[in-house]
């Protein structure tokens, strides 16, 4: 009588869903080109850049400056910590995309596949998106 439960219990523990991996889009190693930001094509000559070189970090260049943020997991939540970057005057013309990565990528909380690339989230909406 007493395996009926535990067959039951071993039974629903591989019936629930697994954690979703919130690296699983971002492997180390990946390499992306920011072709959006916040639903606004990034033009030609606005070179922007994301990568995942370590475990616990994400870094890439933005205009003329190159910048870093640790990352980390909350559960199925990502966590972008404090920007690092260049302060390099870069073309007066793409200074609004140079600001609104920053500031976008800080509200990150999660990314997708999407194609061809990744989708940056901030509350369930696409903030960045990126191609390989």
């Known amino acids: 009588m007493h395996r009926l439960p535990l067959f039951l219990m071993a039974s629903l523990a591989f019936a629930m869903p697994a954690a979703a ?3 699983a889009a971002l492997p180390i190693g990946g390499q992306w080109r920011v072709v959006a930001i916040a639903g606004e094509a990034v033009p030609s ?3 922007i ?3 995942r070189a370590a475990a616990d970090s994400v870094g890439g260049k ?3 400056n190159t910048w870093s943020r640790p990352i980390s997991a909350s559960g199925e939540k990502l966590m972008l910590g404090g920007l690092t970057t260049t302060k390099m005057l870069c073309d ?3 200074f609004k995309y140079e600001f609104a990565f920053n500031d976008l990528l800080g509200k990150v909380d999660s990314v997708r596949e999407a194609a061809g690339g990744i989708e940056l989230l901030a509350n369930g909406a696409v903030v960045i ?3 390989r």
């Open 45 to 47: 000559g606005a070179e």
């Open 92 to 94: 007066f013309d793409f």
């Open 49 to 51: 850049t994301l990568s």
């Open 21 to 23: 991996d919130p690296f």
């Open 129 to 131: 998106t990126a191609a």
């Open 62 to 64: 933005v205009i003329c």
